[in-house]
């Protein structure tokens, strides 16, 4: 079978305008702004108001994308959303797809927390390598604040929500390089937000469950060592499978959760702070949102150039995680 290359060409990013730093949030749990900013590196968080749907924020970071990417709606074939909040458990890509009136479009969404567009990348990847469709857009969207306990200072501290979008498209030269994913649901009570059922008698002789989903729960000391050891592995088998050492790594682009995490695990890889793209100071853990987010940003400021290789992972809840190697552009 003949393949197709892989190019990644368009990105695009919204949050809601809404922002929490944290002295607001010291007005609701015991910390401080110190403590926060010490152990995390997080400073603000941007928060959706009850009107805002995971839909919008999405489809503004997906209109950028396309337009970056030089297409239209229309000339979409497939698009992937990954979430683990949607405003339907049913999917919400489809809203996506009716929003920028992308008609052509399938669409359907993939849950793997705060890898899932590490996973999604790779699953759009497979679409256009074996010749099925052209032109992909994946979405990494979540609004977390909507499932966050806000009485937690372990875990509230770290959320926020936001949208990032990239376009792939088939292409001559395969930018796509290596990846590796990985999952272990063992450990899936360290970090969760899970239904719990409710015995609902309907006949006397059938019982169901009809319960609700829980906030978040969080080993935080659990999660950080589970990141800092894996994270580095998963990057390095993905750079051996993409042929590359760390050094030629031009940005590495890890799913925005601490900066403690960036820092332990740029250092584990030897990759310079310099190389190490961050932007959690001003979103938070903004959970599948958090890669395209901080491309977006680093694409638009000018420092991620045409050609640049870029090691990007995620983690988090499952446990899942994951990496993917590519170069950026046509
Ligand atoms: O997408 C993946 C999502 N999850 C993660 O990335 C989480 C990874 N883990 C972490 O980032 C860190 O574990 C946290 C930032 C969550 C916590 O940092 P830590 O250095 O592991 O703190 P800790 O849980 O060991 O808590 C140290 C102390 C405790 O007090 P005592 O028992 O030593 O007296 C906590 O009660 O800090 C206390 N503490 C706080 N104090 C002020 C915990 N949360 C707070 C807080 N403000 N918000």
């Known amino acids: 079978m003949t393949t197709t290359g892989i190019a990644i060409t368009g990105s695009g990013s919204a949050v809601p305008s809404?922002?929490?730093?944290?002295?607001?949030?010291?007005?609701?749990?015991?910390?401080?702004?110190?403590?926060?900013?010490?152990?995390?590196?997080?400073?603000?968080?941007?928060?959706?108001?009850?009107?805002?749907t995971l839909g919008q924020v999405a489809a503004e970071a997906s209109l950028q994308a396309i337009a970056m990417a030089g297409l239209d709606?229309?000339?979409?074939?497939?698009?992937?959303?990954?979430?683990?909040?949607?405003?339907?458990?049913?999917?919400?890509?489809?809203?996506?797809?009716?929003?920028?009136?992308?008609?052509?479009?399938v669409a359907f969404d993939l849950t793997a927390a705060c890898s899932g567009f590490v996973f999604g990348l790779v699953t759009a990847g497979q679409f256009i390598r074996t010749g099925v469709y052209q032109n992909v857009l994946l979405v990494g969207a979540d609004i977390l604040s909507r499932w966050v306990d806000w009485s937690d200072r372990r875990t509230c501290?770290?959320?926020?929500?936001?949208?990032?979008?990239?376009?792939?498209?088939?292409?001559?030269?395969?930018?796509?390089?290596?990846?590796?994913?990985?999952?272990?649901?063992?450990?899936?009570?360290?970090?969760?937000?899970?239904?719990?059922?409710?015995?609902?008698?309907?006949?006397?002789?059938?019982?169901?469950?009809?319960?609700?989903?829980?906030?978040?729960?969080?080993n935080g000391q659990d999660i950080y060592r589970f990141a800092v050891k894996k994270v580095p592995e998963v990057v390095e088998k993905a750079l051996f499978r993409a042929d590359r050492t760390a050094d030629?790594?031009?940005?590495?682009?890890?799913?925005?959760?601490?900066?403690?995490i960036l820092d332990a695990v740029a250092g584990r890889l030897k990759i310079p702070p310099e190389k190490v793209i961050s932007n959690l100071a001003e979103y938070g853990n903004t959970s599948a949102a958090s890669v395209p987010l901080a491309l977006d940003e680093a694409v638009r400021s000018g420092k991620v150039r045409s050609g640049d290789t870029i090691a990007t992972a995620g983690f988090g809840a499952g446990l899942t995680w994951g990496a993917a190697i590519f170069e950026w552009g046509r």
């Not at 110190?34 to 941007?46: A, C, E, K, L, V």
């Not at 229309?74 to 009136?101: K, N, V």
């Not at 999952?183 to 319960?211: C, H, W």
């Open 18 to 52: 809404l922002s929490l730093d944290n002295h607001g949030l010291s007005q609701l749990v015991e910390t401080s702004d110190d403590w926060i900013t010490s152990r995390t590196g997080i400073r603000r968080r941007h928060l959706a108001s009850p009107e805002v």
């Open 157 to 218: 501290i770290l959320f926020g929500d936001g949208a990032g979008a990239v376009v792939l498209q088939g292409s001559d030269r395969d930018r796509l390089l290596g990846f590796e994913l990985k999952s272990d649901g063992s450990q899936n009570s360290s970090l969760n937000l899970a239904y719990q059922p409710e015995p609902k008698t309907l006949t006397p002789d059938v019982t169901i469950g009809q319960g609700r989903f829980h906030p978040i729960t969080m």
């Open 248 to 260: 030629q790594v031009d940005w590495l682009i890890l799913h925005q959760a601490n900066q403690r």
């Open 73 to 105: 709606p229309g000339d979409l074939d497939l698009i992937i959303l990954a979430t683990s909040t949607a405003d339907d458990l049913f999917g919400s890509a489809s809203q996506i797809q009716a929003r920028i009136g992308a008609t052509r479009a």
